[in-house]
């Protein structure tokens, strides 16, 4: 079993930044594949970056590529999300997940890839 624990939300002003760390318990986590997504009131919860159990691989949805960045420490059980100029557009609740599957290869984007979710994380950016 895999717990996971996000925080570093917060409100900023637009072309601010905020960086995301999600926490993981399990002694097993540092061989998971972790997601970040996100979602907006009244849309439905998007892929945003994931990151293979090495941090060797790193993938990001079209509208962050160029400011958000993923990093992992495996020794710290933690993964983070830089978050660069942000954008109103950005304003959502941030969920980390992780998966044990092969899948994660291939279908990173999917919410149904991953096993374990967090409760979320507000980022909100003003204009």
């Known amino acids: 079993q895999v717990q996971l624990v996000e925080s570093g939300g917060g409100l900023v002003q637009a072309g601010g930044s905020l960086r995301l760390s999600c926490a993981g318990s399990g002694r097993t986590f540092s061989s998971y594949g972790t997601g970040w997504f996100r979602q907006a009131p009244g849309k439905e919860r998007e892929f945003v970056a994931a990151?293979?159990?090495?941090?060797?691989?790193?993938y990001y949805a079209d509208s962050v590529k160029g400011r958000f960045t993923i990093s992992k420490e495996n020794a710290k059980n933690t993964v983070y999300l830089q978050m660069n100029s942000l954008k109103p557009e950005d304003t959502a609740v941030y969920y980390c997940?992780?998966?044990?599957?092969?899948?994660?290869?291939?279908?990173?984007?999917?919410?149904?890839?991953?096993?374990?979710w967090g409760q979320g994380t507000q980022v909100t950016v003003s204009s």
């Open positions: 990151i293979n159990w090495s941090g060797g691989s790193t």
């Open positions: 997940a992780a998966t044990s599957s092969h899948q994660f290869y291939s279908d990173y984007d999917l919410r149904g890839v991953y096993d374990y």
